[in-house]
């Protein structure tokens, strides 16, 4: 079955630094999004991202994220100068392109980010 | 704007007895409609969605979700409860129109604990 790939499974990084997370989506999607979850909160939204550029972002997208496809298969998340408050974990999600009845966003098993 | 309650945080069953775990949406349109789950340190699967037609949905693992547009609810149920399925489970919302699936809005979760 396919499946969304994330790697590192856990990172811890010092706060000021770059991080990037990396995706790998489901090959025949178009759509790749980044959700987060701070510990005990809801998973929240993050930004949406189609034919090589931001479809959709959340206010807490701000400067300090970026998203890129690099490459034909790989989906990534930089964070330039990570906060304490920036600890999470980060989901990389896919979907096809149209809504049908199978539709849905696959998950991957997310990274977890450590902020110190 | 779009939301999504879970009024309950954490709920308690015992093997075998039945389950329902109680989902309310704030959506414009008709909405896109899913339930996940998410054991320790795993990433989020699908149980179940709603986009259209019979308004009662079957699920993997057993589970089962109604759509009340009167109500603006999403409740997930399922007969007979195995230890197994202790987990977190999330309802989101897709806010998509016509034929992109959009950002998912979730709630806050779940926590199912099932005594043996």
């Known amino acids: 079955e396919p499946e969304v790939t994330q790697t590192p499974s856990h990172q811890v990084t010092q706060m000021g630094q770059e991080v990037i997370l990396r995706c790998v989506p489901i090959s025949n999607h178009l759509y790749f999004y980044w959700y987060r979850q701070i510990l005990g909160q809801k998973v929240e939204f993050l930004v949406s991202f189609y034919n090589n550029e931001i479809s959709e972002k959340s206010e807490i997208f701000d400067d300090q994220f970026s998203v890129e496809r690099p490459d034909g298969s790989n989906f990534t998340l930089k964070i330039r100068s990570t906060k304490l408050e920036d600890s999470a974990m980060y989901f990389c999600?896919?979907?096809?392109?149209?809504?049908?009845?199978?539709?849905?966003?696959?998950f991957g098993q997310g990274t977890r980010l450590t902020v110190v | 704007a779009q939301s999504v309650t879970q009024p309950d945080i954490h709920i308690t069953v015992s093997e075998g007895a039945s389950l329902e775990l109680r989902c309310n949406y704030s959506?414009?349109?008709?909405?896109?409609l899913f339930w996940y789950v998410q054991s320790p340190g795993q990433g989020l699967q699908l149980l179940l969605k709603?986009?259209?037609?019979?308004?009662l949905v079957q699920g993997i693992k057993g589970f089962e979700a109604e759509f009340k547009r009167s109500q603006s609810s999403f409740n997930l149920r399922k007969p007979s409860v195995h230890w197994s399925d202790a987990a977190e489970y999330f309802c989101a919302v897709g806010a998509g129109r016509g034929s992109t699936l959009g950002r998912l809005y979730f709630g806050r979760g779940t926590q199912l604990t099932v005594w043996p």
């Open positions: 709603y986009f259209s037609g019979d308004t």
């Open positions: 959506y414009g349109a008709t909405p896109y």
């Open positions: 999600a896919s979907s096809p392109g149209q809504v049908t009845p199978n539709t849905e966003a696959f």
